[in-house]
């Protein structure tokens, strides 16, 4: 190993340590980050068989057809691109946010502005990718409070229960399809939603819930730990969680 080599895993290594000490965690974890359970060159998959899997990912593209035409909610009429999920058709962990907004409604893809971004770094910390999870919302078209203006910035809002109401079967279909082993609820509209309560977040998170029988775990949307960053240490408490769930490392 000559010495560019060197430094450059040095670098890496310090990166690594600073992402965990600024989730509030105090031991180094070693294990290698989860690939895909799919990957070309035919690796084994760990859970679903290859048949399974390749049906599971028709039925999404199936159900994504259904949603790109849906008008059942005036939302349909006024997004820019339906947001229907992105992900692995079989993965173990279900991510399940609010709604699409400015960025994702423009690019048609779940979670990819700053929001996204962090937690991008929230699932590489649980030593996965974004393609090894499925990330969703609960509503599949960008909630505005000017409808008639989509290029407008900061035109976000939360989504009414008669938008979220109409778009929940579209969510369902698609946790019975992927299956995961557990639903990670970002934020309280999702979580809400699905556990059908009125509880505040402080009270929900942290804990097990069930649904459809589906391990559940409600916490804080990335969104609110880019306001306050001292939620950050709650939200991998509640992963740390999950993981042990799944009996992986944290």
Known sequence: MNQSEYLKIIKLAKTAVSEYRNWGEDEIVTEQIIQPKIVKGGQKMQSKNIEQAK??????????????????????????????????AYADIMFVGEGPGYQEDHE????????????TKIIEAMHY??????IANIVKCHPMQNPEN???????????????????????EQIKIINPKVIVTLGASSTRALLKTEELMGKLRGNFHEYNGIKLMPTYHPAALLRNPNLKKDVWQDMKKVMALLGKKA
């Open 55 to 88: 049906n599971a990912e028709q039925q999404l593209n199936e159900l994504k057809e259904k949603i790109i035409n849906c008008s059942k909610c005036p939302l349909g009429k006024t997004r820019l691109n339906a947001v229907f999920g992105s992900g692995s």
């Open 108 to 119: 048609g893809q779940p979670f990819i502005g700053r929001a996204g971004n962090l937690l």
């Open 129 to 134: 990718t974004r393609d090894s999870v499925y």
């Open 150 to 172: 989509p290029e407008l910035r900061s035109n976000d809002r939360p989504p009414t229960p008669q938008e979220m109401s109409a778009c929940h079967p579209y969510l369902d």
